[in-house]
């Protein structure tokens, strides 16, 4: 065969091929797995949607902040907006931005890979990040929605102080249990509160731009023993007990979330955010690595003082403790582990309080765990000063959770310490419902509590309906505001029930962020670098 006719040959077969790899990429996409753009933050900061990567100049610190909402509130892209560091300060500004210099720096969304048709196979788990038909607007331009798993078919799901809690159908509020996240889900969603690796670069010029002293790290000590106010490194030079107690004025641990900071207003004159709506959070993470000049006698404790109890954590001499104790001091409940130091006496340490749960992990590794059985009405009652319950289900928001205490304490040797962080978890909020988050076209509007948080009328669940929750609690349309679903959607899945998602309107898991939202050529170029530093698998 000629080389002529060898060329005539394979054009028709590279066509062929091209079709034939097509088809087969058309069908994959159709059938097995398809990508889809996160549009909405109401899953920040575990997906972003549309949104601004902002590093605060006084210490390097870097999160997204969502800039729909300022968009929609400026006069112009010269009218100068606050400037937050996270790190310093939640609701005070570091310094003046013009909006349009914020403005100008908005990435899309992240867009993530959905297995599709894997609950064909598979039953859903709890706490998924699951793709769905919009139950309530399934034909519109936010017909795909993105969201977290939190209640299963054949259920009752009822939200009490940020946490979910199961039963069966038909069991009373005292049968409803904690639903506990694996490690590997609760890991992805810890919420920064503060890291000392973020220390400001010149600590006199933000004082008079915070207009208030400030102080250092949150954490507070007395006398002069310590060294730790402009430093990465903590030192402690005495082998006697002293401590460090949370600043909670400075930085108190609740749910703020940096990605909402321009939906609140804004005082320019007291340079100052009026955050509202934010709750306190008792499920906290806290982290060091400490290194004694004695480890044989060196010894610490952690304590958390919150819902009317006293958890300490403790490690000594190669044994780890928990102890629980009532308002009284009484234990309640106590559990020990051993653990080995790391090299030189080095202890990586992590006290974790999270899901009716307290840890303590040192290297790595888990050395004790003790968890605690309450029932939502117990968890109110703990949480709340003086609570009732019928003014809990008029007006939820006029009754104010205790805050969480936090105090660490030394003793036995000097030590140094760094890597100090402190992180909250997620917390799903409740409220009464808002008639603006519901759709009047698909029937009459539905009052009361948000749906899956009344303790006397907890979400019921039928045989194919789940509820989902957005991670970004204070800024997620999800199924406890929705209402009733549209009239199509009742058309194709036969179920209207409201506020929840019918098994028919899954599309399917996400499982990856493939594509984060690009980031500038040369640091300020066009936006088409991928920012694979971002890349990641979902949790």
């Not at 799901?157 to 049968?175: E, Q």
């Not at 917390?427 to 076209?441: C, E, G, M, P, S």
């Not at 199924?479 to 036969?494: A, D, E, I, Q």
């Amino acid at each position: 065969m000629s080389q002529q006719d060898q060329r005539q040959t394979d054009v028709p077969e590279t066509i062929l091929s091209l079709l034939v790899a097509f088809s087969i990429a058309l069908a994959f996409r159709g059938f097995v797995v398809e990508g889809f753009v996160i549009p909405t933050g109401s899953m920040a900061p575990t997906l972003m949607g549309q949104h601004v990567r902002f590093r605060a100049p006084d210490t390097g610190y870097e999160y997204a902040l969502d800039p729909s909402a300022l968009a929609q509130n400026i006069s112009g892209p010269d009218q100068p907006v606050l400037a937050v560091d996270p790190m310093i300060s939640q609701d005070r500004g570091v310094g003046r931005l013009p909006a349009g210099a914020i403005l100008s720096q908005v990435g899309a969304g992240d867009r993530v890979l959905v297995l599709k048709y894997l609950y064909e196979f598979f039953e859903p788990d709890r706490w998924d990040v699951v793709v769905f038909k919009n139950p309530v607007d399934p034909i519109g331009p936010s017909q795909n929605y993105i969201k977290r798993l939190a209640g299963l078919p054949n259920e009752q799901v009822l939200i009490a102080d940020g946490d979910i809690f199961t039963a069966p159908h038909g069991a009373s509020l005292v049968d409803f249990r904690i639903a506990r996240r694996p490690r590997h889900v609760q890991e992805a969603i810890w919420q920064p509160v503060y890291d000392s690796d973020f220390v400001p670069s010149d600590a006199v010029d933000l004082q008079a731009r915070l207009r208030r002293p400030f102080d250092g790290p949150p954490f507070k000590t007395t006398g002069s023993v310590w060294t730790l106010a402009d430093s990465r490194t903590w030192r402690c030079g005495i082998a006697g007990e002293t401590r460090l107690d949370w600043a909670d004025d400075q930085l108190p641990i609740d749910d703020f979330n940096a990605y909402n900071i321009y939906r609140y207003p804004q005082d320019q004159r007291a340079n100052r955010i009026s955050l509202r709506d934010i709750d306190p959070v008792s499920d906290v993470r806290i982290s060091a690595a400490i290194m004694p000049e004695d480890p044989a006698a060196f010894k610490t404790s952690f304590q958390l003082d919150a819902r009317d109890h006293l958890f300490e954590f403790g490690l000594a001499a190669g044994t780890a403790s928990i102890t629980m104790r009532d308002s009284t001091g009484a234990v309640v409940a106590a559990s020990e582990g051993g653990f080995e130091p790391g090299p030189d006496g080095l202890l990586d340490v992590v006290f974790t309080h999270v899901d009716q749960a307290l840890t303590i992990g040192v290297g790595g590794d888990e050395v004790v765990r003790l968890e605690y059985e309450w029932n939502p009405l117990q968890r109110l009652t703990a949480v709340y000063p003086d609570f009732e319950i019928d003014r809990y289900r008029v007006e939820p928001k006029s009754l104010r959770a205790r805050a969480p205490r936090l105090a660490w304490r030394f003793q036995g040797s000097p030590f140094e310490m760094s890597r100090v962080r402190v992180d909250r978890d997620l917390h799903y909020k409740t409220d009464t419902l808002d008639r603006r988050q519901q759709i009047a076209a698909n029937g009459p509007y539905i009052e009361g509590m948000l749906f899956a948080t009344d303790p006397l009328e907890p979400a019921v669940l039928g045989a194919d309906q789940f509820l989902m929750l957005g991670d970004n609690s204070g800024a997620s349309r999800d199924s406890r505001y929705w209402g009733r679903p549209h009239p199509l959607s009742v058309l194709v899945t036969g179920d209207d029930a409201p506020f929840l998602v019918p098994r028919d309107l899954l599309v399917g898991k996400a499982w990856c962020v493939y594509f984060p939202a690009p980031i500038g050529v040369a640091g300020s170029g066009p936006r088409i670098m991928p920012d694979f530093g971002r890349l990641r698998f979902i949790r």
